[in-house]
């Protein structure tokens, strides 16, 4: 199947660069016909027009597809003495033509070098002209390859980079549950079920391109419910939300993007006198905030960060939203501040 629908594409390509030379080659022979269109009052007269026209055009697609690979070569002497060539042929065909044929009561004997001149200089902007064309087309169509290309590579980032947060962000909850199991083993049932919930979440929106900013909202809630039923007998554990339902119904977001802050702000809070964690989520004028606050853990408490899931959400940002969001970190003595803005989008209905 694959193999199939590159032979699609490449003659889908092919069949499109064929109709572009095809509009090309008429709009061209109309520019250079215009000034003797009336002339053309016969078939014959037609003929000879085209004849001439066809001539520059030969010589000048010469010099595109075979002449000009020595220029790319750098092989610039014999690119000029080839396209000298191939001029001086085009111009002297052009000349016979005119001469004997097309307008011979044009021509007078004692102006023969400079009508040859005349044709010569018609030649050189003929191949000027095409080839102006044709590296634009080719600029084109490199630009469109480099985008194509690029669009493909986000999208393999982006899946990459969710492979990587799942299973990060669910072996520090698997590690939570079975500190759960060892304290509190009545709890661990209730925060199966939630944690289920949010890996079934997790599975049917983690390929996907958005998803309902309620959702996601939601999730963040769930998760932070589990860890308050952990420790929120030892924890000052906040969650605001500063928008109505209405609101918040109105948009969309990519999935699990948000968690990541959520989630380090949980996992680096822990302290033995002072342990909260405070999250605030604001939105106004299509643009979410989302601010997180946390106490720092006692330096004999402090767990070495690889900082894997943050440096992963600064990758998504930025292939999500380019340089249309802010992250900001502020760290203390006591405590980590991290505030992040990205505009939102909204559902299409």
Not at 64 to 81: A, D, G, M, V
Request: charged share 20%; hydrophobic share 45%; aromatic share 14%.
């Amino acid at each position: 199947m694959i193999y199939n629908s590159d032979i699609k594409t490449k003659t889908g390509i092919t069949g499109k660069m064929w109709y572009q030379e095809i509009i090309i080659f008429w709009a061209m022979f109309v520019l250079t016909m215009l000034h003797e269109w009336i002339f053309i009052n016969s078939l014959e007269n037609f003929l000879k027009g085209f004849v001439f026209f066809l001539i520059l055009y030969i010589q000048a697609q010469i010099h595109r597809f075979f002449i000009f690979n020595f220029y790319l070569q750098k092989k610039f002497i014999t690119y000029f003495f080839s396209s000298f060539l191939v001029i001086f042929t085009g111009a002297a065909l052009l000349f016979i033509a005119n001469l004997f044929w097309i307008r011979p009561e044009f021509f007078d004997a004692d102006e023969l070098l400079l009508s040859f001149l005349y044709h010569f200089v018609i030649c050189i902007i003929s191949t000027v002209t095409i080839m102006a064309l044709s590296l634009m087309q080719s600029y084109a169509v490199e630009l469109q390859r480099r985008n194509r290309d690029q669009l493909l590579l986000n999208e393999m980032n982006l899946k990459f980079l969710h492979t990587q947060l799942n299973p990060h962000f669910f072996f520090n909850m698997l590690n939570n549950l079975y500190g759960v199991s060892l304290t509190e083993p009545e709890r661990t049932p209730g925060l199966i079920v939630k944690l289920s919930e949010m890996m079934r979440y997790q599975i049917e929106n983690g390929n996907v391109a958005k998803v309902s900013l309620m959702d996601e909202i939601e999730f963040i809630r769930n998760y932070t419910d589990m860890e308050r039923e952990r420790i929120g007998k030892r924890s000052d554990i906040q969650f605001n939300l500063s928008a109505s339902i209405e609101d918040i119904s109105l948009y969309c977001i990519s999935p699990l993007l948000l968690i990541t802050l959520v989630e380090n702000s949980f996992k680096h809070s822990q302290n033995n006198s002072n342990w909260f964690v405070c999250i605030d989520i604001t939105i106004t004028d299509n643009l979410l905030q989302l601010q997180t606050v946390n106490s720092l853990a006692d330096k004999n408490l402090q767990k070495p960060s690889t900082r894997v899931g943050l440096n992963n959400l600064k990758q998504r940002l930025s292939y999500l939203y380019g340089d249309r969001f802010s992250l900001h970190e502020n760290r203390s003595d006591f405590s980590y501040t991290a505030i992040l803005d990205i505009p939102l989008e909204k559902n299409i209905i």
